[in-house]
Every structure is written in C-alpha cells, then in structure tokens.
C-alpha cells in the first residue's frame, strides 16, 4: 500500500457493514479530529451504545448519599457522578464552617378545601408544626412574594388567615408554581445546593 492510499484508508469511515453484516468501510469521511476512524452518525452510534453499555447518563443510586441535599439517586456521567436531585457533584464536600444556605420559600399547603401560602427560609420546621394533608408547591420568595401572593388571592382569602379558598384560579397558580416537578422538596434541594454553589 502506497503512502495516497493508506491516507485515503484512514479518511474513510470504518464503521460501515456490508449486507452479511461483516465490517466494510462506509463512504462517509472520518470526523475531524476524531480518535477513531469513524464518520459523525457512526461515532454517534458508537458514542449511544457506550452509554447503554456503561450506564453513562442513567440514574442509578450514587455510592453514597449527596452531601449537599442528602438524596441517594445519582446520574453517572463520564466525569464522575451528580446528584439527580440538585446536581451537586458527588464526592464534592460543601464547607463545613459555613451555615447552610437560606433560601426562603413561598409553600402552598393543602387540608381539605383550602390552601395555605405561608413562607419559610426553614420549610422543614416550618411545615412540620403545621396540620396539613399535602405539600403542593414551593416558590422561591420572602415575606415580599408571600404578601403579593396574598393579595393576588384576597378574593379566595379565608378571613385574615394565610389559608385560602382551593377554587379554580388558585389551583391553575399552584400547578404553575409546580411547573410539572411532582415532589416540591426536590426542587426545594436543588434551590439550596445552586445557593451552596453560588457561594463558592
């Protein structure tokens, strides 16, 4: 083989196969800067198949539980694993002399018909104390958010309570607020592990 040829053979595709489906090169050239002699749509299949092979990008229980949100479900990437909770980088220690992050929360409670927006920068504290029968959303705000969530809803207001009439118009806020995340504390884990990293 002549030197114009063997560089042909390493532009070419190797990852064809012929119709008994013995290897044959394809007529596709090879992608730039590729390590393997492989056209784009086959390092795309092989790059599939590796990840199926080896659970790359699959949720799967982390080694241990996320030392920033305490969730034990993972997703392993080639770099290593995250938390499929809030992301935080497994094996990554948050610093210990800091104070957990604050992140204050707008909760909405549901007992029967009605529907409570309270707000809270401890939400596990907070709602434990408090009768309720399901946690619906959480929405990321102070005692400013609370208020105008208040007054957004004075019509469905119970009297001078923080619990509100369950009508159609609230329930429509609430399921936007949740923006299709079935379990708030999850979102909740996130909001505190992206404060913990945003600190540095």
């Not at 034990?72 to 080639?78: A, K, N, Y």
């Not at 604050?102 to 907070?126: C, H, M, W």
């Not at 959303?137 to 102070?142: K, L």
């Given at each position: 083989m002549d030197h114009?040829?063997?560089?042909?053979?390493r532009r070419a595709c190797a990852g064809g196969l012929d119709?008994?489906?013995r290897p044959s090169p394809c007529a596709e050239p090879v992608a730039e800067g590729t390590p393997v002699p492989l056209c784009t749509e086959h390092l795309g299949l092989a790059a599939d198949w590796a990840a199926g092979e080896h659970g790359v990008g699959t949720e799967d229980?982390?080694?241990s539980p996320c030392l920033a949100c305490g969730s034990r479900l993972g997703v392993r990437w080639p770099s290593g694993w995250l938390c499929a909770v809030c992301e935080w980088r497994h094996g990554e220690?948050?610093?210990?002399?800091?104070?957990p992050p604050r992140v204050d929360v707008v909760y909405y409670l549901r007992f029967a018909e009605r529907i409570k927006i309270g707000t809270s920068a401890n939400p596990r504290q907070?709602?434990?104390a408090?009768?309720?029968?399901?946690l619906l959303a959480f929405e990321r705000g102070d005692r400013h958010v609370e208020h105008a969530r208040h007054e957004q809803f004075a019509a469905q207001r119970q009297g001078r309570s923080e619990w509100f009439?369950?009508?159609?118009?609230?329930?429509?806020?609430?399921?936007?607020?949740?923006a299709g995340q079935p379990d708030p504390w999850a979102t909740w884990a996130r909001w505190r592990s992206e404060a913990l990293a945003l600190r540095g």
């Amino acid at each position: 083989m002549d030197h114009e040829t063997d560089v042909d053979a390493r532009r070419a595709c190797a990852g064809g196969l012929d119709a008994g489906g013995r290897p044959s090169p394809c007529a596709e050239p090879v992608a730039e800067g590729t390590p393997v002699p492989l056209c784009t749509e086959h390092l795309g299949l092989a790059a599939d198949w590796a990840a199926g092979e080896h659970g790359v990008g699959t949720e799967d229980v982390l080694p241990s539980p996320c030392l920033a949100c305490g969730s034990r479900l993972g997703v392993r990437w080639p770099s290593g694993w995250l938390c499929a909770v809030c992301e935080w980088r497994h094996g990554e220690v948050p610093e210990g002399d800091l104070a957990p992050p604050r992140v204050d929360v707008v909760y909405y409670l549901r007992f029967a018909e009605r529907i409570k927006i309270g707000t809270s920068a401890n939400p596990r504290q907070r709602l434990a104390a408090i009768r309720h029968e399901q946690l619906l959303a959480f929405e990321r705000g102070d005692r400013h958010v609370e208020h105008a969530r208040h007054e957004q809803f004075a019509a469905q207001r119970q009297g001078r309570s923080e619990w509100f009439t369950a009508d159609a118009e609230l329930l429509e806020h609430v399921r936007a607020v949740a923006a299709g995340q079935p379990d708030p504390w999850a979102t909740w884990a996130r909001w505190r592990s992206e404060a913990l990293a945003l600190r540095g």
